[in-house]
Each structure stands twice: as structure tokens, then as C-alpha cells.
């Protein structure tokens, strides 16, 4: 049974702009179907489209069938009884889909109430065990706890079980699991998997990860500049791709598997995992027995970071890995001087860094040494500073540029990090998420920084761009010597910049040693788990096989 059939669908704004231009898909019943492309390729406006979500004064031809109803030209009456039974949709972001002022029960419990007719205690019931469905621990207390007091990847769930409530015939996912970390993504993925089949559910899965894409869909589509480039089976798309755009996608995706050179190199090697910076005399950066506790009122002290201990080589690269909570981000704000230490010391080019700078000219001094490159760059832009403007008051705050010079040296920097001299008076909201990505790292390099720390800084961003970042950040680290702290999730993106990485968990390291080593022969359970969550197409052969099979 066919659930959706979009045909030649084109959406126009009233300026003339063309967002969709003859798109075409169908999903059958049981079956997932990916769309996947870069960031404004329209992947999110086709989905939109399914359920009557279209920008004001949009003009629209074609046909947009979901179940036995017409989409395009419905009315509203149509439209939300196909929401509440049809098609229900997870967005990208929990926390903006949920009010921060009411618990998770009256969340799941309205629609319930409101579009099914139960009683409170029917709804009640009926919430709880979609929260069990999706796998959350303690159903009951959930449904009294807020959204602030539930992790990202325990939000999603509860979204997903709000999805859920009506029994839809279609789920819409749009980037579900962007940002989670890879054992977190693998538990909202089972979940998804897990519902589909036991519902019977068409799902239409909308991610930039291609490897998940791979995983997890039965057919993909592949979109770019509002049009359909390619379709077909996942296996034959990414397998044997024919058209450039998705063989550019493909390439620019990092990938845990060895290459033939690689793994014949850790042949040779006799196993023994190298600890980061082992044998460098005088590190750029030096972090000994560092620890760090918080006190919760009214609840156990945590121990965000216990005793760690990295060093960097001038020049060098080392990747610190772990799921959320793992200590990874208290780290990176202890190092640039956000957070104080309650034990341990900190050192950068031999000067000791330690203690968090309080007066204005220690604080300069610190910012000189250590920058950091955060997550989202939209919220560390002023958005009502120019890009431009941004770069150049960094220059004036830590130099003595008159503006015609500081204004020269914002262009180079902008330059160097592949953006173009108008770019320079562009505000934040009209730049896309790499290039704001860009203008943060630029505004770092500003003041030459002994160590830039990048922290989950490429984790929102779509493979073509996050493969431009990196390999910004390569060629800057070759150019100007620059030693790199860089915290991430994703062994495959920290594998591609980084020589040597660190293993994260609880607050500790669990495990160091060459990237390529720690992909190939991982020592700890934990970096194995890390190493099994990252999905990855069935017909891909896992890196430590690969690694065994030519030892």
C-alpha cells in the first residue's frame, strides 16, 4: 500500500524564487525512505509539504497524495486530521518543540485529551506506556519532570513518543538525532526501527549523515537546489552512484574504515597504543592531574573531570572523544580559562594557565594564548554585528590596527578561511551554518592563538561543509603551526584531523593512543561501544576486521 505519492511538486515564493522544483517520491507501507543532501537543498520543505507546513503565499503545483487526501489545496479541517491520524513529524531540535514551562506529562497528555477524547487517567495510562515504547527508564517520573531536567538524547524520545500518541501511518523524522552523540543516536535509531516494525509504519528519514542514511533506509533520495538528483535503493545509490553532486556528498563523508595502506602499516606496528604527546620534551599545551566537581543543591556532588592528563606537541592535533556528560566540554572550558580547577595544573608554551584570569590584562593575556571555536557559531555571533565587524573588533581588542589596517587583515582572514570580501558585511541570520562555522574560526585566528580549541565544532553541519572545515583547519594547522585541541563526538571526523586522540568517559580517559590505532584495535569496552554505535552501511566491513584480516 503506497502512504505517500508526491508528484512533480514545485513550490515558488511570491518574489519568483523557485524553493522545490518538480519533486517526486512515494513511500510504501513498512518502508523507510531517506532524503539526504546539503543544507538548503530542500529536504525539510518537502517534508513540510507532506503534512500543509508551507511558507505564507506559497504557490504550489503538483500533487501531494498522503493516504487517500490531497495535501496541496486542502483545508485546514483536512490538514489537522491528517496531522492528528495520518502523519505525525519529529523535528531537528527537542527543546524548541516542547514548552520549557510544562511538564513532560502535560506535553504527551494534551493531545491525548484535546484530539482523541481520553480522560485524564486514560491519557495518563496512555503516556506512560509510549514512554516506556520509547525506552526511557522511569516512566512515572518522567511525566512529572521539565524538559531542562532530561538530556538531549531522552528529549528526543519523549518527542518521538508525542509523535506516537495517534498511531500515525506516516512519521516524518527531520534530522532526529543531529548533534547526539553516536551512542545516543544508535538508541533514538533502535527506538525509530523498533516502532516502525511493530506498527507498521512508513517513515521518511531526513539526515545530512549518509552512513546512517545508508543503515537505516530502505530507498534514498538525494536532493540539491530543490531538486531530486538521484533515487533509488540505499545499497545502489551510495554503493554505485551516477550522478557528481552525490559522489562529491559520498566523498566528503568521514569514514572509520581503513585504507588498504593503513591497515598493512598497523600490521607491522606490534600493537602497543601510543599515550598523546609521548616523548615531546616541552608541549605546547600541557594539562596534568586536572579535575573539576560540581555541588547540585540538594543532590550528590558530580565529578565532571578526574584527573586528566594531555599533552600537545607545537603544531599538533590531538581529538578527545566521549558521549555527552563525558567530561569532554568542562575540559576545553578549564584549558581557555572559562572554569577554574579544583585540582591539577594547566599549562600553555610553558606559562602556567591554571587559574581562571580575573583581572582585565590577565584575561587578554589568556585569550592571546587559548581561543576556542564553539558548537553553534550562531549564538557566540552578536547577531547584530557584522560578520566583518566581529573579526576586527577581536583585532583591536588585542592590537593597535588603525581601521584601515584592521580592516585589510579581516578581508585576509576571511580569505583564508574561503569567504569573499562581501561576506564582510553580512550579519549572522544571512550566512549558512558553515559559513558562520567559518567567521568563528576566523575570529579565532584573529589574534594568532598559541592552541585553538574546537569544541563539537562541526557536529550540526552537513558533510560537504564540515569537510571544507576541516580541511581549514588541516591546511591553517600546516601554515601556521597551530596546535589544535579538538572535541568531537565523531571518531571518524577526529580520525581525519587528528593524529592522536583521547577517550573520554565520566569524567576520565579510558583509553590514548593514535587515532588510526584506537580505530583499527581498541583496548577499553567503552571505545568499542563508541566504535560498534556509529552506523555504517551492512555492506561496509568494520575497520578492526579489516585490520585483523591483513595482520
Known sequence: ??????????LDLPNGSRLLDGISLRIEEGETV????????????????????????ARTTGSVRLGQTEVLGASVAELL???????????????????????????????????????????????KELLAAVRLPRPEDHMHQHPHEL????????????????????????????????????????????????????????????????????????????????????????????????????????????SAAETAALAQQSGTLTAA?????????????????????????????????????????????GESGSGKSTLARMIVGLESADAGGIRVDGRDRTTVPRTRAERLAHARSVQMVFQDPYLSLDPRIAAGRSIEDALRLHGTLDSRAARSRVLELLDQVGLAEQYADARPRTLSGGQRQRVAIARALAIEPDVLVMDEATSALDVSVQAQV????????????????????????VRRVCDETVVMK??????????????????????????????????????????????
Open 81 to 127: 486530521e491528517l496531522r492528528r491520524h495520518t502523519a505525525s513529524m519529529i523535528f531537528q531540535d527537542p527543546r524548541a518543540g516542547i514548552n520549557p514551562m510544562r511538564t513532560i506529562g502535560d506535553h504527551l497528555t494534551e493531545a491525548l485529551r484535546l484530539c482523541e477524547g481520553k480522560s485524564a487517567a486514560e491519557a495518563n495510562a496512555r503516556a
Open 470 to 493: 576541516l580541511d581549514l583547519v588541516a591546511d591553517i594547522r600546516k601554515a601556521r603551526g597551530l596546535t589544535v585541541l579538538f572535541i568531537s563526538h565523531d571518531l571518524a571526523v
Open 277 to 321: 604527546g609521548q616523548g615531546e620534551t616541552e608541549p605546547m599545551l600541557a594539562v596534568e592531574g586536572l579535575s573539576k566537581s560540581y555541588r547540585r543543591r540538594g543532590k550528590a556532588t558530580v565529578d565532571a573531570v578526574k584527573a586528566v592528563s594531555v599533552s600537545i606537541p607545537r603544531g599538533g592535533a590531538l581529538g578527545v572523544v
Open 506 to 551: 565520566a569524567g576520565e580517559i579510558v583509553e590514548r593512543g593514535q587515532s588510526v590505532q584506537l580505530l583499527a584495535a581498541p583496548q577499553h569496552p567503552y571505545t568499542r561501544l563508541l566504535l560498534d554505535s556509529i552506523p555504517r552501511p551492512a555492506w561496509e566491513s568494520d575497520p578492526r576486521e579489516s585490520a585483523a584480516a591483513n595482520a
Open 34 to 57: 531517506g532524503l539526504v543532501g546539503e543544507s538548503g537543498s530542500g529536504k525539510s520543505l518537502t517534508a513540510r509539504a507532506v503534512i500543509g507546513l508551507l511558507p505564507d503565499q
Open 151 to 258: 538530556s538531549g538524547g531522552m528529549l528526543q524520545r519523549v518527542m518521538i513518543a508525542g509523535a506516537l500518541t495517534s498511531s500515525p501511518q506516516l512519521l516524518i523524522c527531520d534530522e532526529p538525532t543531529t548533534a547526539l552523540d553516536v551512542t545516543t543516536q544508535a538508541e533514538i535509531v533502535a527506538v525509530l526501527s523498533e516502532q516502525r516494525a511493530s506498527r507498521g509504519m512508513g517513515m521518511l528519514f531526513i539526515t545530512h549523515d549518509l552512513n546512517l542514511a545508508a543503515s537505516l533506509c530502505d530507498r534514498v533520495y538525494v536532493m540539491s537546489g530543490g531538486k531530486v538528483e538521484e533515487h533509488g535503493t540505499a545499497r545502489a545509490v551510495f554503493g554505485n552512484p551516477q550522478t557528481p553532486y552525490t559522489r562529491r556528498l559520498i566523498e566528503a563523508t568521514p569514514s572509520i574504515s581503513l
Open 1 to 10: 500500500m503506497t502512504l505517500l505519492e508526491i508528484s512533480e511538486l514545485t
